[in-house]
């Protein structure tokens, strides 16, 4: 079992001539305990459930391209790119770039968007949920098509493209990963079986027991083997004082349905350290687990 760990707040890393710092500390701590995937949030404003809107919160992709100059390993993306927030061809380029900076570290995570507040404020059309899915379905063929040898245009009915031209291509072969965020049975675990490389479902063991099996009829109906995409999922928030046993347990349940991957979020006012002092010590038996197959 792989860790992967989610950063979704910056205001513990002091002002704003401190965050960059801060940031730059933890991924190269996090690397070393072995966390294989750092991502951040893509919002413009903190999200209201978890703290102040106006709290501080960077973009996404500038943010990795820094924590790609500091690190060697670690893996890079986004928990999920907003569909909404950037055309299609560019977001293509956008994390082309990332993945050639960092030698083939890249991952496109993706989703349909959601938090209209931000649209609102920023200027961002924010479509009806249907809309944001038909984007979402034609951003990743665009992507898929710019990350191939097809340069020639793309038809959508809510993209146009003359030229998928994308050069340099990426150094990740074929293409950057693509995850796709979400746990919506009618859509969204559709677009994770004809296109993901990955998924991240949220719930327990049970939820995401019955999720899977939903992803399981939606390959079936493509042609795909479900057990060909990875499934990431967030390991629950540990109480104070948490001990190995207390993390593999979360972690023994969550392989037993099929999750290969846990995802954990930076927590309180030193994350680097609760991550080396939490995690550190479980690393290796965690990477002993393995995923049950999808039946």
Request: contains cysteine; hydrophobic residues 45%.
């Amino acid at each position: 079992m792989q860790l992967d760990l989610h950063v979704t707040r910056f205001d513990w890393a002091g002002g704003a001539s401190a965050i960059g710092a801060g940031v730059a500390d933890l991924a190269v701590r996090a690397e070393a305990v072995g966390v294989r995937t750092m991502s951040f949030m893509d919002h413009y404003f903190q999200m209201e459930m978890m703290a102040p809107a106006e709290d501080p919160m960077l973009e996404g992709y500038t943010a990795l391209g820094f924590v790609a100059g500091r690190t060697e390993r670690l893996r890079l993306r986004l928990l999920v790119t907003g569909v909404t927030y950037r055309h299609p061809g560019l977001l293509a380029k956008v994390v082309t770039t990332l993945d050639v900076v960092s030698g083939g570290r890249a991952e496109l995570g993706i989703g349909a968007a959601w938090y209209e507040r931000e649209h609102l404020g920023l200027g961002v059309p924010f479509p009806p949920t249907s809309e944001r899915f038909e984007r979402l379905e034609e951003a990743i063929q665009i992507c898929l098509q710019m990350w191939s040898a097809d340069d020639g245009p793309f038809e959508g009915r809510h993209y146009q493209l003359a030229e998928t031209l994308c050069s340099p291509v990426p150094v990740s072969a074929p293409r950057p990963r693509i995850l796709i965020g979400g746990s919506g049975e009618r859509k969204t675990l559709r677009l994770v079986a004809q296109y993901a490389d990955a998924c991240n479902i949220f719930g327990g063991p049970e939820v995401i027991a019955q999720k899977l099996d939903v992803l399981r009829h939606h390959c079936d109906a493509v042609g795909r083997d479900p057990n060909a995409i990875e499934v990431t999922a967030f390991h629950a928030e540990l109480p104070p004082g948490a001990t190995t046993d207390d993390i593999l347990r979360e972690a023994e349940a969550l392989a037993k349905v099929g999750v290969s991957t846990i995802v954990t979020r930076a927590v309180g006012d030193d994350p680097a350290g609760w991550l080396e002092d939490t995690f550190g010590p479980a690393i290796e038996r965690l990477a002993e687990l393995e995923a049950t197959p999808i039946e």
